[in-house]
Structure formats: C-alpha cells, structure tokens
C-alpha cells in the first residue's frame, strides 16, 4: 500500500484543515452525528463494514463521517484500524440456515416452506425521486405495523429441498481449517475459502461488473436467485475454559445462493450447480454479485473451458480489493519527477534521432 509522502508541513496541516472545513460544510446547518449515519444511512454502513472487515456500526459511520461521505476512504479507514485490534477468539461457523428472517425471496419457486418475506426492499419502487422528502414532516412519524418475525415459521433453504431431491451438487465442509488472507498471504491456486473471503471483502461495483459480465456471454453462467435471506444470525464461540458454546450476539447478515449451469457426463448425474455469497448488513446486490463471481471461479472444478475475466481467479482476486487498487491509483498524484525527467530525455532523443533520418530524405526530394 502506498501512502503520503512527507511534504512542506504547513502546507499539509493547512490542506488538512481545509479538508475538514470541506467535510464539515456550512456550519449554518447542524452537523451530522454518528446516530444519525448509522441509522438513516444503513446501506453505505453495510457496504463499509463488509468491505472493511469489521461489523460495528458506530464505527463504520465514524470512518463514513471522517471521510465525508467517500466509502472507499471509509473502508480504508476501517481496515487500517481493523489492524490494531487483537483477536480474541475464533466464532463457529454462523448457522445462517438459524436466521431470524426479516427478508427472503426466491426466484424457482413460489411457494416454498415458510413463504416468500419481501422485507425492506426498492424492488418495487418507480425509482422517482420523493420530494416529499425535501419538505418538514416527509418522514414517517410512526413506524409502520409489520408482522412478527419472531412468530415465523422455520424457512429451510431452497438448496437443502434440492439437494434432498438429488438435483444439486451437495457441498459439505471438509473438516479443513480455513485459509485466512488476513494472516497469509493470498497464494494461486486458491481454495474456495480464501476465495470467497477475498470476494467478501471486494469493491460491490467491481463484483457487480464482472457478475453482469457473466450474464452477457463472458462466462459459462446462467444463473436462478435460489434463495437471497437477510436477518439477524447468532453467534457462538467455544471459551476453551468452557468446552461448549455460548452465544455471544446477533448480527445483521444477507445470504445469497445461485443455482447455476448443470454439470454432468456419461459416468455422473446430471446436477445443478451453486455459487455463493454473504455480507454483512443489508448488502443483497452485493450478496448476489459475489454469489454469481463465485461459481464463475469454480469452473475449473467442473472442468469448465474460461471463456471471461470473471473466470479469471488471479485476475479478479488480485484487482477486487478497493483499498489496494485506490492505493496505487492515488500513487500517481505523488512526485515522478525523477521518473518523468528520464522520459523526458528519451523522447527528445527519439525525436531528434527522428528529425536526422527524415532529413536526408526531404533533400533527395529537393
């Protein structure tokens, strides 16, 4: 990662001051709080704690406040301070098939075990800007009556029906540990842990891209939203001094699973195939985009010919990281002097050994 280089240091306290007079605005308006973020601005705050590493609210609207609304400063903000917190313990794995429900859909079937939820969601809306907003009084003055989550039915997962079918390639945990890229660095080939741990953490536009690109002929994919659900998932972790699990907290989670392309020969069942993904918060195009990325990356697994970038794996796992790429983008604005002087030289030299071959030949001309 590049950073600043050390420069006149009045001028840097004074671009410093200037910044934050910049971040803070008209000082005639009240300024926003930490509470306020948080709350009203729920899916810039999902995407930074996702791509951050950290889920805590407080503090990704913190870093969103101190980057004045620029989310990638935020994730880098939140990332650089994610490396000085100690690590405590380890969670088991999040039991998502648990989730207390507040959204869940699927596009393969209508009817399903516990229903379609359409939650919190602009899926619906015309996409017109509300102006109402704009007025004193345009919000909501009392929440609207929803159903009780907690009175809900069990919602089994659409991939567990089919796989009870023998429909889909059945996935099971290999009892391995999984890689952990922020403690190793990142290797090819790469295991589908470390995989989809980098994806997590990916820019959302750059995952969208390459998602969408898979659905335009780059890539083997034909994909049905099996099931996207968000909610509330419980933690567990195992205090050594203990032996057994004890629940440590909820926290906001969306899920998406894809049904792909089937895969099969003479010798196997033709089956369905998955992709998978998973945020933190209420981050569904997010969810989807990694879901769609994920089986893209899984084509050599079922002997798939790479026809896109997004099967690609060392091309999209080593350009997805935001913070990395702002990185060596914003390098550029630093001192290339030296570097530029050289080109410099070069083509002058270029040039003038240019202007003598083209001089004898304007002469045979004359």
Do not use: W
Request: charged share 30%; net charge negative.
């Amino acid at each position: 990662m590049y950073v600043a280089v050390k420069g006149g240091e009045k001028a840097i306290a004074a671009a410093h001051e200037l910044q934050d007079k910049k971040r803070r605005g008209s000082l005639s308006q009240a300024a926003l709080n930490v509470e306020q973020i948080a709350e009203q601005l729920a899916g810039a705050t999902d995407r930074v704690m996702t791509e951050g590493g950290i889920y805590d609210k407080e503090l990704a609207a913190l870093a969103i406040k101190q980057a004045g609304g620029d989310l990638v400063e935020a994730i880098f903000l939140l990332r650089a301070y994610r490396t000085t917190l100690p690590r405590l313990a380890v969670t088991e794995p999040a039991k998502t098939e648990t989730m207390k429900i507040e959204r869940r859909i699927s596009a393969t079937y209508k009817d399903l075990p516990g229903g379609q939820v359409l939650g919190p969601t602009y899926d619906y809306t015309h996409r017109l800007l509300d102006f109402a907003l704009l007025a004193d009084g345009g919000e909501l003055s009392e929440p609207a009556k929803l159903t009780d989550i907690d009175e809900m039915e069990h919602c089994p997962r659409v991939m567990s029906i089919l796989e009870n079918l023998d429909l889909t390639v059945t996935e099971e945990d290999n009892g391995k540990v999984p890689d952990d890229i922020t403690m190793e660095p990142q290797t090819f080939p790469a295991n589908r842990s470390a995989r989809l741990q980098q994806l997590a953490r990916s820019d959302e536009g750059f995952l969208l891209a390459l998602g969408y690109s898979t659905q335009r002929g780059y890539g083997r994919n034909h994909p049905f939203a099996s099931e996207i659900r968000s909610g509330k998932v419980t933690l567990e972790v195992v205090p050594e001094e203990l032996g057994f699990a004890i629940e440590i907290g909820d926290i906001e989670m969306t899920e998406c699973q894809m049904i792909n392309g089937f895969t099969g020969s003479k010798n196997h069942k033709a089956k369905f195939t998955r992709g998978y993904g998973v945020t933190f918060g209420f981050s569904e195009r997010k969810a989807m985009s990694m879901a769609l990325v994920d089986r893209s990356l899984l084509c050599g697994e079922y002997d798939e010919v790479p026809q896109g970038p997004a099967q690609d794996e060392e091309f999209v796992l080593s350009h997805g990281d935001n913070v990395e790429a702002a990185g060596f983008v914003s390098h550029l604005k630093l001192p290339h002097y030296v570097d530029f002087q050289a080109e410099l030289e070069l083509i002058r030299k270029l040039q003038k050994e240019f202007d003598a071959r083209k001089a004898p030949s304007e002469g045979e001309a004359k």
